[in-house]
């Protein structure tokens, strides 16, 4: 079992950048695969990017494809998503999320933080 909190969120203008970290504990963490999501209220949660256990393998949205970057460190239990030329339409809440297999579906993924708000002003 893993435990995911997330942290980095915040405001930030468009064009700008904000780089989030998704700490995990147990010791089993690169078992895991990673994932982070975004929701906005009374919508779906969107995939937005996911690595693989061994972080060889990466897979975007195609909406923050050439933006965003995830990236993990298995030593230090922690995953990234480092975003980059930010635009409003990427508001939202981003939640890391941890499965036993990499997968772009919400519903695939068991293990979830608790989300940190992500906004840019236009």
């Known amino acids: 079992q893993v435990q995911l909190i997330e942290s980095g969120g915040g405001l930030v203008q468009a064009g700008g950048s904000l780089r989030l970290s998704c700490a995990a504990s147990?010791?089993?963490?690169?078992?895991?695969?990673l994932g982070w999501f975004r929701q906005n209220p009374g919508k779906e949660r969107d995939f937005v990017a996911a690595s693989s256990r061994g972080g060889g393998l990466t897979y975007y949205a195609d909406s923050v494809k050439g933006r965003f970057t995830i990236s993990r460190d298995n030593a230090k239990n922690t995953v990234y998503l480092q975003m980059n030329n930010m635009k409003p339409e990427d508001t939202a809440v981003y939640y890391c999320?941890?499965?036993?297999?990499?997968?772009?579906?919400?519903?695939?993924?068991?293990?979830w933080g608790q989300g940190t708000q992500v906004t840019v002003s236009s």
């Open positions: 147990g010791r089993t963490f690169s078992s895991y695969a």
């Open positions: 999320a941890g499965s036993l297999g990499t997968s772009t579906a919400y519903q695939d993924y068991g293990y």
